[in-house]
């Protein structure tokens, strides 16, 4: 059963905790030296990584709105944790009938490279998040979904824009837990880029806030900067964009509760991927030359917009898909008022 409404309790704690936790020095810490098993295991202890996977699957109940909730709130403090890989991991196993088992979980996101052979996985993959850190990694193959256990592959350790581990994975034959299901690729897409959505509406809002505290305090000329019109224009793109991204990542999840909702959620991708640019841009810009300093907090939020906005379909790979969809139904009306729609994209 799903509600249309979200957890306030939820939204409280995690709104607290985090940012009673992550302060910049401790996502800086990750960044250089990798995530703790104390830190995760503080999430853990709260139920936050599978909040929106059923209990009798292992997760921790909730519904898809809590997930996003709690999404957003990772993007808003710059959560150093693979807190949406493991919920998307954990979403592929439950719908596949398999008991989600403990601990930080990652997904492959291209797994074309992987395959298998008398029941064992061989192959290639790169751009997998969070496998440095992750004790199981999970892949949708063509007949089901398979659950690695991290540590049997070899990986080559990469990074993404926001420091956070981004590796390439080689399997030689290594074991692995299969569970035949019905799940595509494209539906991996579709989670993947609400989850990422979610984490973008936070992102832009944390350095919307991050942004107004500054212009209010910084002075210049005796008064605020605050006050001049031209930072005034890059405070009030930054509360469009946090507001409108936010908007429609609620709407996307709302969608999705009650059909596919793929008209929703790739609108949604589309538009937070947008609105990640245009948010850096607008909160650097009215920041200066702090902005871009290791020592500022802004990097934290504009880094991981910067990486985020490219995953699971960009900006333009969504548009395409919008446009081709449209073009084939000719009805741009019913596609934006039918909630849940799948419109054939």
């Known amino acids: 059963m799903t509600t249309n409404q979200r957890d306030p309790q939820l939204i409280g704690l995690v709104r607290d905790y985090f940012s009673q936790t992550f302060t910049a020095d401790v996502v800086g810490a990750v960044e250089r030296d990798g995530m703790t098993a104390a830190l995760w ?64 979980m990652t997904v492959v996101p291209d797994p074309s490279g992987l395959y298998l052979d008398g029941g064992r996985l061989t192959g290639t993959a790169a751009h997998v998040p969070w496998v440095r850190g992750a004790t199981s990694v999970v892949a949708a193959l063509p007949t ?50 609400l989850l990422r959505s979610a984490q973008i509406a936070g992102a832009i809002t944390g350095a919307f806030e991050l942004t107004t505290t500054y212009v209010g305090q ?32 609620e709407r996307a999840g709302t969608a999705a509760q009650t059909g596919a909702g793929t008209f929703e959620i790739i609108a949604t991708k589309s538009l937070a991927s947008r609105n990640a640019g245009l948010a850096a841009r607008a909160a650097h810009q009215a920041h200066g030359a702090i902005g871009v300093t290791q020592e500022y907090g802004l990097q934290l939020f504009t880094r991981r917009l910067q990486t985020w906005r490219g995953d699971f379909g960009d900006e333009a790979t969504m548009n395409a898909r919008l446009g081709a969809a449209m073009g084939r139904i000719g009805d741009i009306t019913t596609a934006v008022t039918a909630v849940g729609s799948t419109i054939g994209v």
């Open 144 to 193: 089901g979904v398979v659950l690695i256990d991290a540590g049997r592959l070899q990986v080559a350790a990469g990074a993404d824009l926001a420091g956070m581990p981004r590796d390439a994975i080689t399997a030689t034959g290594i074991e692995i837990d299969f569970y035949p299901a019905d799940i595509g690729a494209d539906d991996v897409l579709l989670r993947g880029a």
């Open 41 to 104: 295991q503080s999430v853990a202890e709260l139920g936050l990584p599978l909040v929106g996977v059923g209990e009798e699957h292992g997760g921790s109940g909730g519904s898809l709105l809590d997930l996003l909730a709690v999404l957003e709130g990772t993007g808003r403090h710059a959560v150093p944790l693979p807190l949406a890989e493991t919920s998307l991991a954990a979403w592929l196993l439950a719908r596949a009938g398999a008991e989600v088992p403990a601990g930080p």
């Open 218 to 249: 910084r002075e210049q000329f005796g008064r605020p900067i605050g006050k001049f019109q031209s930072v005034q224009a890059h405070v009030v793109e930054l509360a469009q964009a946090s507001a409108l991204t936010t908007l429609s990542v």
